[in-house]
């Protein structure tokens, strides 16, 4: 069985920068692939970066430039740095895991409870 644990978040002022973290308990490696997703109440969930088996990493258009998604196999860690935070960044941030060679054939099954991240202009 696999648990996340999602923390990092905060209040930031317009620019500023979080780092996020997703620690992972029991060891999955590389076999997985893991994301961060964000979603705000009356709004959809989006996929906000991804990183493969491989450790191909993908971003959404929304944030590509401004975060980076990164993975410690040994401290069984995924995290994700955001940089230049925007108001439009706020939001409940979750981390989530899937067995896949390949991201995007299979659903996220294994879900973080959440970090907020709230951003001011």
């Known amino acids: 069985q696999v648990q996340l644990t999602d923390s990092g978040g905060g209040s930031v002022q317009t620019g500023g920068s979080l780092r996020l973290s997703c620690g992972v308990s029991g060891y999955i490696g590389r076999r997985y692939c893991m994301g961060w997703f964000r979603q705000a109440p009356g709004k959809e969930r989006e996929e906000v970066a991804r990183?493969?088996?491989?450790?191909?990493?993908t971003y959404a258009d929304s944030v590509k430039g401004r975060v980076t998604i990164s993975r410690d196999v040994d401290k069984h860690t995924l995290t994700l740095q955001m940089n230049d935070l925007r108001p439009e960044d706020t939001d409940m941030y979750y981390c989530a895991a899937v067995r896949a060679r390949q991201c995007g054939t299979l659903p996220y099954n294994y879900w973080g409870r959440g970090t907020q991240v709230t951003v001011s202009s």
């Open positions: 990183i493969d088996i491989n450790d191909k990493t």
